[in-house]
């Protein structure tokens, strides 16, 4: 069983930045594999990048390839997500999610794919 907590969500002008930590708690943080989804009013659940647990291979959706960066630090039991250049369309409530196992980048992409959630934590980018 893991439990993620969330933090570091705020308001942000356009072009700024803000960085998402996720903490887990349980032993096993380094055999699971870590992401962040996020999901704008009225929309669905989208993936928005994860990280690998046996070689930290990373893997982004395409709207924020080049602007966000997922790491982990497992000492810490915290995953990160430093978010550049932020827009408008970033706006979102931003969930840290995990699992234990490594899938398919296609299904990985999949809220269905990932067992543990966080709460969430709201990002809003103002224009």
């Known amino acids: 069983q893991v439990q993620l907590v969330e933090s570091g969500g705020g308001e942000v002008e356009a072009g700024g930045s803000l960085t998402l930590s996720c903490a887990a708690s349980g032993r096993t943080f380094d055999s699971y594999r870590m992401g962040w989804f996020r999901q704008a009013p009225g929309k669905e659940r989208e993936f928005v990048a994860a990280?690998?647990?046996?070689?930290?291979?990373?893997y982004y959706a395409d709207s924020v390839n080049g602007r966000f960066t997922i790491t982990r630090d497992n000492a810490k039991k915290t995953v990160f997500l430093q978010m550049n250049s932020l827009k408008s369309g970033d706006t979102a409530v931003y969930y840290c999610a995990g699992d234990p196992g490594d899938t398919a980048i296609t299904t990985m992409k999949s809220s269905s794919w990932w067992t543990y959630w966080g709460q969430g934590t709201q990002v809003t980018v103002s224009s």
């Open positions: 990280v690998r647990r046996n070689d930290w291979r990373k």
